[in-house]
């Protein structure tokens, strides 16, 4: 497998300017990511952890009040170029990159098609922003075809939004996605506003267009981690603007390694656990992380997790942890495991 | 019927919209159980379950089409003739939502809920004992009143004012929450110890809660037992352990299956 | 346990935000503006008591000396006559916007407050007066009016001219109506009224303030409008007349802009200054241009 994206010590901050002051909003700070062909790639986090200006930044949409301040977001385009995303131009981005070779869907992107427009009028209006000569006919043929083999009835590109239902809609929005073939989907909260039957259908939708080779890799972002790990092969979990753990999904559903990816994941009740595996995981406890997510303008001194952290030692509130390399094919940035 | 702390039976709403050509949708068909005292019930369903509309008539806020509620004995809608048994009734059945963020108005500091539910129950806010009454409802629920009294919403955390909400239910003391999706807008990390106030509350003051919610691990969870709503009607029941393991209708087990879990992958995911 | 406690219910966010509005330049330079335009109908007479009535001088001079604003085609001193009918013109957009207000704010919280029947009827009533031309309808209503005075003008223009404020008003309390802190408000054994009084109206008081302020100017050219087409009042003056006259006299034929412009000036003035008002008060009380 090889990869197709490389983020490198990426910073990405909002420049705010309050009486008279400027301040910084550390939401993407000093992140690494990679992300190779055909994977699925959860990022997993909580609200204000900055998961959704990674999805911007990653795509290199760096614009004010969110701006670039160091770091490398390197793809390699589908002719096998290595392009350099965060030196390029907005106007080089649109034109070769977005919707080409990476595809963004947004939280409530069902909510954004144009409800007065048939669906395949919002199809014409997406193909014709990114290629020319585009013929109605034949683009809409091949969006039906497309639509199908996701499960959506043959006639959705003669309807309107409306009146489709939030799961179908969602699901159009993918079958959009797989028109424009990226070889990167990023996919941002694409089931939190789904009833529980809906999102099955969705998740599987997810992984029938990386199946069926409309999309080549997909990062999913969500903080719905039992969502995340029915389709994602790696997680990386985010907090206060970094990457604090990156495993593959199994091992890291088994042992969780850092802190807060284990407080977590045992403050969630889940009945599958009690079903299958007799509840030795989950007693009938209410479990919490202490505390609420920092300021990312003026996140804790070192380990920013530390306020909140059962084990915090001297070093954490004084330093922050490097990210080091566990086992094979694990990661972790967490002084418990540094080794003196 | 001595346990008994309210009566639905055979709750009907039917809405109607349109001017000429009228559209009835039924939120509520036929819907009939018991809330027992001390019990926290978890009712389970989907969006257009008809969950939402049942709580909001219980809580006297929405008229039921036809049916009736009975609390301590009486007929909620038809037997509360004046505004003072409608106070006395709210003093015993008040509401936790689901919407940090609409449940203040924004343009009042986050004092007024408290001071609302204090003159509910007949407290003065501007005495000593008020002032206290205030005071520990928000240690009792964790939270620190230096940090909160005298704030406006904006300037507090989602959590912190699902708190508060809840702190309004440890002045009034209801004999009933109702709960509707309380944490399904707080992130899952912050969720436990907000659910363990409910426990709080039913070990401390013998209240009973109707636990609404769209997600079976938390009712399965917190709840004594679970009725599955589905489309306006109640399709399945009993204790979390007997819903969960032996769902009889085929819509709990179609819920059950579709819950994505953490520790286990769906067998046809792929 | 020291701390400071809130006080009682009632207390709203205005005495920050009225501290805020007080400093911004906006509000201060369009409060200046309509208070010097007040003071000039008010108590100018009293620095400069010519009588604006009087005939005595030479008809149609320009500005001199003797008469800083020349005189009229009746020879009367136009300075004087600018500061009455200022003051004449300022009631009558003040009491016009009173109407307005008081009207739209009853229909849209009526509307709301009860729906159904009355809701439909008083949707029904705002529509029609939305179709038809507000001035159009003055004018057919003040031609038959028995009595012409300021008053009925006022109300006349008054009660033609709420129906859109009453539309937009109706549609924010309603979507205030949704919101949950409502029903909180309804479980803590609030009345309806009190809701609207103490929950939906701090909400649309800055709505409300704006399309006050205006609509003063919307009197004033109304005003301005029925005298130039010969609906004035039998008794007093106004800026309305002072236009009426010079285009009856031929001031306006013979190039007097001293007649006719000021008067114009002062309601310019007037409509910038509430505009001032206007835009900083939204920006004080609308929580989306403010930052949190």
Known sequence: MSEVLRIENLKAYYIQILAGKKIYVKAVDNVNLTVRSNEIVGIIGESGCGKSTLARAILADFSPPLQYISGSVILRAKNGKELELHKLSRDMLRRYVWGVEMALVPQFAMNALTPTLRIRRIIMDIMKSHFENVEEEKVVERASKIFQSIGLPGDVVDRYPFELSGGMRQRVVLGLVAMLGPSIMIADEPTSALDVSTQKIVLKTILDLKKQGYVGSIIFITHEIGAARQIATRFNVMYAGKIVEEAPTEEFIEKPYHPYSSLLIRSIPDVAEVLYYGGSRMKKEFTSVAGAPPNLAEPPTGCRFHPRCPYAMNVCRREEPPMIHIESNRFVACWLYVKK | MGDVLLEVKNLTKVYETGLIRKMHTVAVNNVSFDIMKKEILALVGESGSGKSTIAKIILRLIPPTSGTIKFGGKDIWRDIRNSKELIEYWRNVQPVFQDPYSTFNPSYKVDRILYQALKLIGVDPNDAHGRRMVVESLRHVGLNPEEILGKYPHQLSGGQRQRILIARCFIIKPRLVVADEPVSMIDASLRGDIMKLFYNLRETYNTSVLFITHDMNLAYAISDRILVMYKGEIVDGGSPEEVVRNPKHKYTKMLIDSIPSIYRKWSDIE | ?292
Do not use: C
């Not at chain 3, 085609?73 to 004449?88: E, K, P, S």
């Not at chain 3, 109407?99 to 009860?114: E, K, N």
């Not at chain 3, 029925?226 to 010079?246: A, D, E, N, R, V």
């Not at chain 3, 001031?251 to 910038?272: N, S």
């Open chain 3, 1 to 292: 346990m020291k701390y400071m406690m809130s006080m009682t219910i009632k207390k709203v966010k205005i005495p920050e935000s009225l501290q805020l509005l007080l400093r911004a330049p906006r509000f201060l330079i369009g409060f200046v503006i309509i208070l010097a335009i007040a003071l000039f109908g008010l108590i100018g007479p009293i620095f400069y008591p010519k009588d604006p009535l009087s005939t005595a001088g030479r008809p149609l001079m320009p500005p001199s000396s003797e008469y800083p604003l020349g005189t009229d085609a009746l020879g009367r001193d136009v300075l004087a006559a600018l500061m009455i009918g200022t003051r004449t013109s300022l009631y009558v957009g003040f009491l016009t916007a009173a109407i307005a207000t008081l009207i739209g704010v009853i229909a849209a919280a009526l509307s709301v407050a009860f729906g159904g029947i009355v809701d439909d009827i008083i949707t029904a009533i705002i529509s029609f007066l939305l179709s038809v031309p507000s001035t159009l309808l003055a004018l057919i209503i003040a031609f038959y009016a028995p009595v012409k005075s300021y008053e009925v003008i006022a109300l006349v223009l008054g009660g033609t001219g709420w129906a859109g404020f009453a539309r937009g008003l109706r549609a924010r309390l309603l979507s205030l109506r949704e919101e949950d802190f409502i029903n909180m408000s309804r479980v803590a054994g609030y009345s309806t009224i009190r809701i609207v009084l103490e929950d939906m109206l701090p909400a649309v008081a800055a709505y409300i303030v704006i399309f006050f302020a205006g609509h003063i100017d919307n009197g004033m050219v109304g005003e301005a409008t029925l005298s130039l087409l010969g609906l004035q009042p039998s008794k007093g003056y106004s800026l309305g007349i002072m236009f009426s006259q010079s285009n009856t006299y031929g001031g306006i034929r013979r190039g007097a802009w001293w007649w006719f412009v000021p008067p114009g000036l002062i309601i310019m003035l007037v409509a910038i200054s509430m505009l001032l008002i206007s835009t900083a008060i939204d920006e004080i009380f609308n929580p989306r241009l403010r930052k949190a």
